[in-house]
């Protein structure tokens, strides 16, 4: 992530349709005995990202289901059978804006045009913040994915929460951090476990001139 290598240069709702949607269908199709498979990591732990600090949720039970050079997605069973949290990071290319709120605008713009015809928008809130030394902007939305299935149609709830934010060594990059509740009941400790996990997610107080893209 963030490395010479790396060529993050797809726009957000390009990345956001890969991260959310994408990795989240694969993951719902993913057989509970396969899951089961797959190693448990440690609570918070850290991953090499150069240009950016992330570290897993801090709970057990969550497994990697996959990791390229800009993005990482996190998942974990729920308690009943079609519930699923998913967290990831993924970096896109940013453009410029002329103020927060032209920043707040794009983010709202890319989440909408990320989203596959089956899914219904319930709630979207998205709002500039100053939160960190460099420009952010949170989003949360509730939505329901209509599923077809061999029997009757099916509408999953879904609940994300995310802060998406300008590199701050890099202006024409930026990196988004998502928390996505998928199916069961509604998780009151859901905006808490979100804010543990994207706290997780942080740019290094000094950058390494070989971490980053010439």
Same mark, same amino acid.
């Given at each position: 992530m963030l490395s010479r290598s790396a +060529? $993050? =240069?797809m726009s957000l709702a390009a990345r956001l349709r890969r991260a959310v949607w994408t990795a989240g269908i694969a993951i719902i199709a993913m057989a509970a005995s396969v899951a089961?498979?797959?190693p448990t990591l440690g609570p918070g732990q850290e991953f090499s990202a150069p240009g950016l600090q992330v570290h897993s949720p801090a709970a057990d039970g969550w497994f990697e289901e996959s990791r390229t050079d800009d993005q990482f997605v996190f998942a974990k069973r729920g308690?009943?059978?079609d519930e699923w949290y998913i967290a990831s990071v993924i970096v896109s290319y940013l453009p410029e804006f002329g103020n927060p709120d032209g920043?707040? @605008? @794009? =983010?709202t713009r890319e989440f909408q045009r990320s989203v596959p015809q089956r =899914?219904?928008?319930?709630t979207l809130e998205t709002q500039a913040t100053a939160?960190?030394?460099y420009p952010c902007v949170r989003l949360r939305s509730v939505f329901f994915y209509h599923e077809l299935t061999l029997w009757l149609p099916k509408k999953t709830r879904h609940e994300m929460i995310s802060l998406s934010c300008r590199h701050p060594y890099r202006k024409n990059l930026g990196f988004l951090a998502i928390y996505l509740h998928r199916g069961g009941p509604v998780d009151e400790h859901l905006e808490e476990a979100a804010a543990s996990f994207i706290e997780g997610v942080q740019v $290094?107080? +000094?950058p390494i001139a070989n971490d980053l893209p010439p």
């Open positions: +060529q $993050p =240069v089961a498979t797959k308690a009943s059978r920043f707040a @605008y @794009y =983010v =899914v219904e928008i319930l939160e960190r030394e $290094p107080p +000094q």
